[in-house]
């Protein structure tokens, strides 16, 4: 082959080359690109979804995606002593109901405070209402979101002090929810709904929140009946010694009998604080019954030996013990704690009581 030819032939060849890498890139190179794209997508995605957060309890801010815009909310929990007027009292008792079932937890919240606003200042304007208003509170009080319920727990407690008796009629589906949420392991709706119970027992008179109170004694909840227990416990006192009397100290030791073997301490705390104040009232009334009968018998002696002759003197003395008899027999409550535990309870529940109230006596004494 001539030298020519040798190199025609070596410039076709690299020209085969050159085409076969060019071809070779443009396979690759798409790929490439396409691999890129696929990454900015993913990075697209991720920042679009990273935009929507979910809803944070409490008075964190929640952030919602709407379109272009990120709006931020923030669910402000305000207390009694903070709270303002409202600005146009018509137009909220206009928007209440409706503002309460929204299905906007962040307008049921600011409904819910208006609801607070209007029992502190214009509680006169909602009672028409009241009723309802309390029911949709009670709805709140079941609202998953933590926000929501505990708005409405704090709007219970302005309730309770706002209207007091006013409210009993309507007051056992918020009782039932406030017991639970007073229960449960949250410790921010917890706290917040002990708080509601103990504005209810300083707010509510005794001698109609007790019977509310007594079923859930009973209760299968073992937490609610605990916390039922103290409820009962801190509103009989309130009573006062004559409205103790009144109610029946016999039922209310029967109460607390059987609150000694429950199966929480705080039930049997309570019923031990109830005891107390139950064996301080008897015996204050015990002490004075014994302190009349003596006087009346010193006064009836007095009288007796002043207008009675000489040879009468043993039957004064006869007539003298009928009237102690007959004085005692009046009042058959006077008798020991002891004997009137035993009166009232079973040998075991009585024995229970003897033991916590003589250990706590002797621990006074000491």
Known sequence: MSEKALRDLNTILGTERKNEDSGKTCLTKPSVDSADENIEERQKKKTSSSLVSPAVNGNQTVTVNSGAEVVNTEVEYIESENLNDVEDIDTCLKTLLAGLDSKDWVLVCDTLNNVRRLSLFHKEAMLDMLGDVISSIAK???????????????????????????????????????????????????????????????????????????????????????????????????????????????????????????????????????????????????????????????????????????????????????????????????????????????????????????IAREGLVS
């Open 140 to 358: 709140s009080l079941k609202n998953p979101r933590s926000a929501v319920c505990k708005t409405a727990i704090m709007t219970s407690a302005d309730v309770f002090s706002a209207y007091n008796d006013l409210i009993i009629d309507s007051l056992d589906p918020l009782l039932v929810q406030l017991l639970l949420k007073a229960s449960q392991d949250k410790r921010f709706v917890c706290e917040a709904a002990e708080k509601a119970l103990i504005s209810m027992t300083t707010w509510i008179s005794p001698i109609s929140l007790l019977p509310k109170l007594q079923p859930y004694l009973k209760n299968k909840n073992p937490r609610i009946r605990a916390k039922a227990s103290i409820c009962f416990s801190r509103s009989v006192p309130l009573l006062g010694a004559e409205g103790i009397k009144t109610y029946g100290i016999d039922k209310l030791i029967q109460v607390a009998a059987s609150q000694l073997s429950d199966q929480l301490p705080e039930s049997r705390e309570a019923a031990r604080a109830l005891l107390l104040e139950l064996q301080n009232v008897y015996e204050k009334f015990n002490d004075l019954m014994v302190s009349s009968v003596n006087e009346h018998t010193v006064t009836e002696h007095t009288i007796n030996e002043q207008t009675i002759n000489d040879h009468t003197v043993n039957e004064h003395a006869m007539n003298d013990h009928t009237a102690n008899d007959h004085s005692v027999n009046e009042h058959p409550e006077m008798s020991s704690w002891e004997s009137f535990c035993q009166s009232k309870l079973s040998p075991l529940s009585a024995q229970a009581v003897l033991r916590v109230t003589s």
